[in-house]
Every structure is written in structure tokens, then in C-alpha cells.
């Protein structure tokens, strides 16, 4: 599965087991006209947003925030640390803000493992 169909197979799987949540995904990962990408990007605060914003707290958190990646996606090293991509580095420096400011923030690789956090946060 793409990062895309997983990114659409999650949100499908939020509909169907939490119909009642709100939530949306960002759009910069959108193929769409250099024309229709300037505005997109005029209209969000900063590169690195994650791409499943559920908008409900629990737990202590104000809401949910998933920065999906396709199964077998390397985000991290084997001792843990985050892999050298500056791409993933500004989206664990937003996960991080987001972190801070008391919402639950995570990498998720796969549609399992999205599952699975998202199981968590809503039990």
C-alpha cells in the first residue's frame, strides 16, 4: 500500500469505528497545479503539519495528530533516534510543538500500527 492509500484506508477505518469524530488530513501531500499548491501553502502556518488531525480529546490530550508513513518506512534508527532526512526531522519538530502544547502527536508506519494508537487514544 502507498502512503496515500494507507493515509485513505485510516481515515475510511475512522469513519466506520469513531463515525461521531472529526477529524481531516492535510493536503499538502495532494498532487495538484503549482497554481493550487501556492495557495494550499498560503494557507497552512508551516511545512512539516501531520497528516490525520482528530479533533477529540481524551486521555488528558486535546486531540490526535498522526503523520502517517506506508509500511516498511524507516523513521527511526535502531538505537532509536530519528532517522538524518530533513523532511522527517521538520515533521518530529512539529510532532514535538503539537507535544507541547498537550496534544497526543505520533509517526505512524502502516496501517496497523495506525490502528492500533488510534485504538489506544479513543479506549
Known amino acids: 500500500m502507498s502512503e496515500q492509500e494507507t493515509?485513505?484506508?485510516i481515515c475510511k477505518y475512522l469513519k466506520l469505528q469513531y463515525p461521531k469524530?472529526?477529524?481531516?488530513?492535510e493536503s499538502s501531500g495532494l498532487r495538484v497545479t503549482i497554481s493550487q499548491a501556492r495557495r494550499l501553502k498560503s494557507m497552512r502556518s508551516c511545512a512539516g503539519?501531520?497528516?490525520i488531525m482528530?479533533?477529540?480529546?481524551?486521555k488528558n490530550y486535546f486531540?490526535?495528530?498522526?503523520e502517517?508513513?506506508?509500511d516498511g518506512t524507516k523513521v527511526f534508527k535502531k538505537d532509536g533516534d530519528?532517522?538524518?532526512?530533513?523532511?522527517?526531522?521538520?515533521?518530529?519538530e512539529i510532532l514535538h510543538q503539537l507535544k507541547q502544547r498537550?496534544?497526543?502527536?505520533?509517526?505512524?508506519v502502516g496501517f496497523d500500527e495506525a490502528k492500533s494508537v488510534i485504538d489506544y487514544y479513543f479506549s
Open 63 to 66: 486531540g490526535l495528530f498522526l
Open 21 to 25: 469524530v472529526l477529524f481531516t488530513s
Open 49 to 51: 503539519l501531520p497528516d
Open 7 to 9: 493515509h485513505i484506508a
Open 82 to 92: 530519528l532517522r538524518t532526512d530533513k523532511h522527517l526531522q521538520e515533521q518530529e
Open 102 to 108: 498537550g496534544y497526543f502527536a505520533e509517526f505512524v
Open 68 to 70: 502517517v508513513k506506508k
Open 54 to 58: 482528530i479533533f477529540e480529546p481524551r
